[in-house]
Each structure stands twice: as structure tokens, then as C-alpha cells.
């Protein structure tokens, strides 16, 4: 029997995933870290065979115990701890047998120019792939975000040859319902809907023409289902080790059009007295989210190439601005702004 170690399981995209692999094999022998027995609750409810562990990323002997038990990681809990990265992988090199492990990373990574030359909301052309371009990707340099934990997960291959095998999904700006067993939001489109109905406006940051890919949470949940799918067969025809990166993308989107579909959105909802939307610096977003500037004011372009190719991978979830008018009221819902008629005009029952 296969066993599955999984983290951030009460997360959005741990969540989904672990909906979709257990949904899909439901005899999977699938272990979940949790921190605590509320979010152990919330997961027994919807999926009593799965074995819990109590802890957290810092509980690095129990997450090495629990690695090193298991035949696939999947790390979905957070792109930037150090010290789960580096455990996960210990563990795993315990085994006699070869495990895997597939990290959940982000196309954070790759506002790399906009970090470093501090502009914001302005176009930037380059395009990163993870097929002709993937040594680019897998070598960027160590300032760019979460290049320290990807270079700990890349190296895990290499450190422990033949008993370590990694991959790495790279997802852009996520959005959908999600259906997991706590948190089913996402950040930020989200986030911008709430500080628009906030603050009574819409808002971009400076020309608002800077570009971000997208994908739907369910679609994501695909590419983690397909990589567990092969490291259950040993590896399988996916890519694992030095080029197994792997972007989850289904298209572009200008953060500027987003900002006007969110405000007219709101508008048409009635939530907000004026479609239009203001231009903001990035130190007005800082102030008004936390790290607003860089979440929408950055350039974050990528081609899932190797999914499609190797995975057989085909997104077909709504995009980001067919899902606008729904993320609206989700975020008035959880603001308590949206009452009778506004619930209606949206469709709520």
C-alpha cells in the first residue's frame, strides 16, 4: 500500500488537494500534519480513514518520523519554511526504499526584476517556461522569493541520489472555490476585492499594466494528482530532480483589468457607489494590505509547459476575471456588508 504524507491540509491549496487525491483513491493510505485538534476535527469530519499528526513546521523530529515513513510527500504548507523543507527531505533519505516528495513553491519567484529595479505596476515582458527555459527558473538568483527553500528541495536529488526525488509546483495567482476541509479563499484577488469594498473604490497600483499568469485551485489540484499518480508507479513518466519543475498556468491576466472588473463588479452589486478605480503608489498598497505592493503591483509570467507535455495536464476551471463577480461577494459576505437584496442580485439563496 502506498503512503501519502501530506501538509497544509487546513490550507487553500492543501486543502483542494488532498479533496482530489482522496476522492480519487480512496484507499490511499494518506497521513495529514495538523496543528491542532479544532483543524484536526474539521478533517476527521470529511475524511475519517486519514491518520492525523499533531505538530506544526517547527515539529522537525516528528516531520522527519513521518517522512521517512512515507513512499510520497506532499508539502503544500508553506513555500518559505526552511526547516520543513530540510526535514521532509531528511526523513525521506532515511528510507531503504526511494521516496518522493513534491514541494508547492510560487511565481513569486519570478517578480524577480521588479524586486530588484523597485517598480511596480509597470509591463514587463519576460516570460519564464519550465521546459526550453527551466535551468533559468531552477537558478535564479537567492534573493528572489522562495529561491532558499526550492534550492534545499532541488538539492535534496542530488544530496541523496537514487533515494530522493523531487518536483516542484510553481503555481501563479490562484483563484476558486476551494474544497478542502477549512480554508477555501484565496489571497489575492481576494484581498484586493476587500480593501476596494473597503475603502469604497477601486484601486491599481501606478499603470496597473503589469501582468500576472492564473489558475483555478481545481485545476492545480490536477498537477498534484498526476505527480502522486506517477511516484506511485515509481516515478513514472513525470520529471523528477534537476528539471522537475513544474508551472501550473491557464493564461494571463493585466492587474489594471482585474482592478476595473473587481470595482464594476462591486458597483453592479451595489456594494460600492462608483465603477471607477484610483491609481495608488505602492507605499499607499503597503498600508492598505500586507505586501499589496507585491502582490499586485509586480510582473509574474510563466508557461506551464512540462505539465502539459509530460502530465497530460489540461486546465479547464474558469480564469480569474469569470470568477470576479463571485469573489466580490464572498469578500462583502465575510466583511458583513452584502444584505438581502445584494445577496439576491448575486445569486446567494
Not at 112 to 127: H, I, M
Request: proline share 4%; with cysteine.
Amino acid at each position: 500500500m502506498t503512503k501519502l504524507f501530506i501538509t497544509g491540509v487546513t490550507g487553500y491549496i492543501g486543502g483542494d488537494a488532498l479533496y482530489n487525491i482522496a476522492t480519487t483513491y480512496p484507499d490511499l493510505e494518506i497521513t495529514a500534519l495538523v496543528r491542532n485538534s479544532d483543524k484536526g476535527a474539521k478533517v476527521a469530519v470529511e475524511y475519517p480513514k486519514i491518520r492525523l499528526v499533531y505538530g506544526d513546521l517547527d515539529s522537525t523530529d516528528l516531520l522527519t518520523t513521518e517522512a521517512s515513513k512515507a513512499d510520497i510527500v506532499l508539502h503544500c504548507a508553506d513555500a518559505d519554511h526552511v526547516g520543513a523543507a530540510t526535514a521532509l527531505t531528511a526523513g525521506l533519505a532515511q528510507k531503504e526504499k526511494p521516496g518522493f516528495i513534491i514541494h508547492t513553491s510560487g511565481t513569486g519567484l519570478l517578480g524577480l526584476e521588479d524586486l530588484v529595479q523597485n517598480t511596480r505596476g509597470v509591463k514587463r515582458e519576460k516570460v519564464y517556461d519550465d521546459w526550453d527555459g527551466v535551468g533559468e527558473v531552477t537558478s535564479l538568483p537567492d534573493m528572489a522569493l522562495h529561491r532558499n527553500v526550492d534550492k534545499i528541495i532541488l538539492a535534496a536529488g542530488t544530496q541523496y541520489p537514487g533515494k530522493v526525488f523531487t518536483a516542484i509546483v510553481c503555481p501563479p495567482c490562484i483563484n476558486g472555490p476551494g474544497r478542502g476541509p477549512d480554508n477555501k479563499r484565496s489571497v489575492q484577488s481576494y484581498g484586493l476585492s476587500k480593501v476596494t469594498l473597503e475603502r469604497g473604490k477601486g484601486l491599481c497600483i501606478d499603470e496597473g499594466t503589469n501582468i500576472w499568469s492564473d489558475v483555478n485551485v481545481q485545476d492545480l489540484s490536477n498537477v498534484f494528482l498526476r505527480l502522486v499518480e506517477e511516484a506511485h508507479k515509481g516515478g513514472g513518466s513525470a520529471t523528477w530532480g534537476a528539471e522537475g519543475y513544474y508551472f501550473a498556468e491557464n493564461g494571463e491576466f493585466v492587474w489594471g483589468d482585474v482592478s476595473k472588473a473587481i470595482a464594476k463588479a462591486a458597483y453592479d452589486q451595489k456594494l460600492i457607489d462608483t465603477p471607477e478605480v484610483d491609481s495608488i503608489t505602492s507605499e499607499e498598497a503597503k498600508k492598505l494590505y500586507p505586501s499589496g505592493d507585491y502582490l499586485w503591483g509586480t510582473n509574474s509570467r510563466s508557461r506551464a509547459v512540462r505539465a502539459r507535455k509530460i502530465l497530460g495536464w489540461k486546465p479547464v476551471q474558469k480564469s480569474l476575471l469569470e470568477l470576479i463577480p463571485d469573489i466580490v461577494v464572498e469578500e462583502a459576505k465575510a466583511l458583513g456588508l452584502v444584505t438581502g437584496h445584494a445577496v439576491k442580485a448575486a445569486g446567494d439563496k
